[in-house]
């Protein structure tokens, strides 16, 4: 109920926009700018309204399109010095990428969205107080089935992790609960997919969301994805002579 609620807000929003300025452009007699302004804003509220169509895919677990290999480590790092512009002087952000290049099969867009998504939590946990965000990379076996506070259990093998720390203001156990269900959140109404979209993406990627938190402890959020195969060479026997 909250899924299909959330989506016609989300998109009765924006058909409101979309079919208002085309009333403007329709009924009045607008000059060039004012009619640059309304294509604009029509524009950009089909552009929102796909991006909330692909958004929801993502949700629903449909693969990532054109999968590619992935070096995560340097990709990441990409990622972060951009969004690390965006952080107030307040918060301590630090990286710590791999020390060996690991690769997974996916869709760098939808990973980047991951990690904004994450990111943008961790702020907005952390508020205008001071506060220190840690993002790892790393690689490891898990022999034992650990099973998140989500009831989502991770089979033995081998994982590549992205996870992100918080020192954040935490989750109560209420939210936490809820806390990666479409358009749940503790702001305002219609806000967007959020950690629903996080978890989403995961799956897609064929991997598992593990997200921990407890109030005035901050959060820990793991998104564990299957490494990809080693790259193999074909070696080229060599001719046989013809006698």
Avoid at 153 to 165: A, Q, S
């Amino acid at each position: 109920k909250r899924l299909a609620g959330g989506i016609a807000h989300n998109f009765n929003d924006l058909l409101t926009v979309i079919m208002g300025n085309i009333e403007l452009v329709r009924e009045l007699p607008l000059d060039k700018e004012q009619m640059q302004q309304c294509l604009g804003d029509v524009a950009k509220a089909s552009a929102r309204a796909a991006e909330l169509s692909t958004m929801m895919l993502t949700y629903l677990g449909f693969p990532p399109s054109q999968p590619n290999r992935i070096e995560l480590s340097s990709t990441i790092e990409q990622i972060l010095s951009v969004l690390q512009s965006t952080l107030h002087g307040a918060v301590h952000f630090s990286f710590i990428p791999s020390p060996d290049p690991i690769h997974i099969n996916g869709n760098r867009t939808q990973i980047a969205h991951l990690i904004n998504n994450l990111i943008e939590n961790s702020v907005e946990a952390i508020g205008k107080r001071a506060g220190s965000i840690t993002v790892m990379v790393y690689e490891d076996y898990y022999r034992t089935s650990p099973t998140s506070y989500h009831g989502e259990r991770l089979k033995p093998g081998r994982y590549v992790c992205i996870e992100i720390r918080d020192t954040g203001c935490g989750m109560e156990p209420e939210t936490l609960e809820k806390a990666i269900d479409p358009f749940f959140t503790t702001h305002f109404t219609g806000r967007g997919l959020g950690l629903s979209a996080v978890w989403g993406i995961v799956h897609a990627h064929h991997g598992a969301f593990f997200l921990n938190s407890e109030p005035g402890q901050g959060t820990v959020a793991r998104a564990f994805f299957p490494p990809a195969a080693p790259k193999t060479t074909m070696r080229i026997q060599p001719s046989m002579a013809i006698a």
